[in-house]
């Protein structure tokens, strides 16, 4: 593809467009996009333009994102006609990732598929055991928990590993939280105290969404399939070539203790992958940039050999101070959470990060990193500036920053008072 070509696909970024850059709200309105409401997404339209505006430095664009989520910026690259590597490391999220890759699939082939996983259901008796963890119990009502036990079991006795099996794997996880009668918002809590009015019946919202899928797979089918995922560590990069990207767009985990392998605890435990939460640390979080307090303690980070690593030579003396500060704080605290651990660690993998991108990045490159500043216990974490300059000690030339809005401002009920931004972190190589 010319680059000509290439930059008809677009449309210029506005500053609207910037502003939204980190929700996936938008993206439930588009195409394949909305197959799955990932919390940690970012918008498709932003990703549309942003590339855009940067095709006119280079004859062809090859994209990587090494956070590769549920696949917002490949389908996009796909939707161009532009070549792209992602790098996902949650085994769940990579999953529904290669899955909606997969939307160039023949929709007929599909839809047969998964219309006679929806009729074998429905000869199901229903039979619910072995029983269900206890945060499906609380989830689903007994006669919805029916219907979507019977669609899991059709689902699994006609699983081949084919992609219209993959689609109708997504299809069903998909509607899981659209038929729960109680609070499942996208972020990693469900709250089961808090109960929603409209209810799909589990049979209903299955075939509404094959439908939903058939529509966009058959609008999908002229794009090229050039995207590869790996599943994989975006500290290392492994199976992406060297020098194969020229712009890498991507969000990283922020370090504010959201925990990314809470976030699908739902689909997870529905479909027997683990048994509850305790499962979670050797399935998923071990596999993660440690952005949550989660994933560190004293049994599996020491402190001070962390901060002495070399990588983080550039920021030393600061995030030492930073460090102890928040070691201090923690004593004072009831949950004496270990922030201490999080932040250095973060850090020390995402400068592993910049390594790896070095690696891959052609010269010159453009990266954009979506990403906000922290403060745990209120004690203020400059994110940006020190991932700038680890950028740079990993072999980049420059980096800039441009804010798209604030945090922290409104919320009445937010544990500190220190003000926060979110923008692009805008890296040269």
Known sequence: MTKTHQLSLFESESEETAKRTSTFVDNMSLPVHRWFRYSAGFSADWARSYIKNCAKEFDEIRVVDPFAG???SLLVANECGIPSYGVESHPFVARVARTKLLCTTSPHEYRTFAKA?????KNYETDISPAYPDLIQKCFQGDKLAELDRLRRSFEESSDGSSKSELTWLTLVGILRSVSHVGTAQWQYVLPNKTKKNVLIPFDAFERMIEIFHRDMKKSQDYSS?????????????????NFANLIITSPPYPNNYDYADATRLEMCFMKEIGGWSDLQE???????????????????DLESTLEHGALNPIRDDIRRVCEQLGEIRQTKGGKKNYHLMVASYFLDLSLVW???RRICDSPSNVCFVIGDSAPYGIYVPV??????????????????RKIRDRNIKWKNRKHRVPLCEGHLLVKG
């Not at 996983?117 to 259901?121: D, K, T």
């Open 70 to 72: 549920s696949g917002t």
């Open 117 to 121: 996983v929806l009729q074998r259901a």
């Open 226 to 242: 050039r995207a590869i995922l790996v599943e994989g560590d975006a500290r290392t990069c492994d199976g992406i070539p060297e």
């Open 283 to 301: 399935t998923v979080r071990k596999h993660l940039v440690r952005s949550c307090s989660q994933q560190t303690t004293s049994s599996n980070v």
């Open 355 to 357: 390594t790896a991108l």
């Open 384 to 401: 940006i500036d020190w991932l700038g300059r680890l950028a740079v000690a990993a072999g980049f030339t420059e980096w800039s920053f």
